[in-house]
DNA sequence: CAAGAATCCTGTCAGC
DNA sequence: TGCTGACAGGATTCTT
């Protein structure tokens, strides 16, 4: 599922494609996906010129000429579709296409419906529901160990738990958060609040390693992930721990000195991490 | 208020 | 081969 990696490469894909183009047909497929569609979405996208791009956290927005932003997430399995209009026939769960004024068609595919689609004025984007109450962006300059600790300060939760709340930081996901915290040598289960000092110090720069390496890879994960471009993508990605319950962690010497990957789930969600290394 | 569980939906995969 | 159940990258909403 798109991460924050995921998106950054899903937006630069969208904009090689579609900035500067015309919409020049919109098609509708069904009234809602995760919420009902905006009113006339269809209508209100037809004719517009697609003026730029920008994500904030795992939200993509494509600005319009018309004072709208178009907001897009990608939700579990959501991904974006590129291909020439002349073979138009919509693909399985294909909610929402945009055929460009030269000849390309891009949709929205999600079949989990979990993604959503949004119009949102374009001086007040940050001021929409979705984006409101996001924490910062991990990436940004901002985002140092005193920022990190401020925000676990207090927080009696596992660092896990604190790291997906994306109203403390935006836009990491299980898969990011797993192999942040491998990097940073801490444990998944360790209380929020106790990470600080050197911890929040190992902490940011893994999260910030691990974003961005996974940026350079052209996005990863997911088994059906789709580049913009309609290629398949990164599947092969070498996860650390994520995915490896059982398999030995390349940082230890063995058995019997370290089990190997172990599983635990937490709020609900798998977390995998190195018993030995991670404390 | 904080934390955890339930929830939306479909596809995939492991196991029998 | 075919069926069944568990599980999946998210994020809101409901409970406790």
Redesign the pocket.
Known sequence: ???LPEVETVMRGLRARLEGRVIARARIGRPDL?WPLPEGLGQRLTGARVTGFRRR???ILMRLDRGESLLI?L???GRMLIAPVSDAEPV??EHVSLHTDDGWRVGFVD????GSLDLVASDAEDAHR?LAGLGPEPLGEAFDASMLSAVLAG????IK?AL?D?RLVAG????YVCEALFRARISPLRRADSVAGARAARLVPAIKAVLTEAIAAGGS????YVQPDGELGYFQHAWRVYGREGKACEACPGPPACPGIARVVQ????SFYCPRLQR
């Open positions: 599922m798109p991460e995760r956290a795992k939200y997430h939700g579990m399995s399985a769960h079949p989990r419906r979990f979705l927080k009696r939760t596992p738990a997906l994306q990491l996901g299980n898969i994960s997911l088994r059906d709020s609900g969600r798998g």
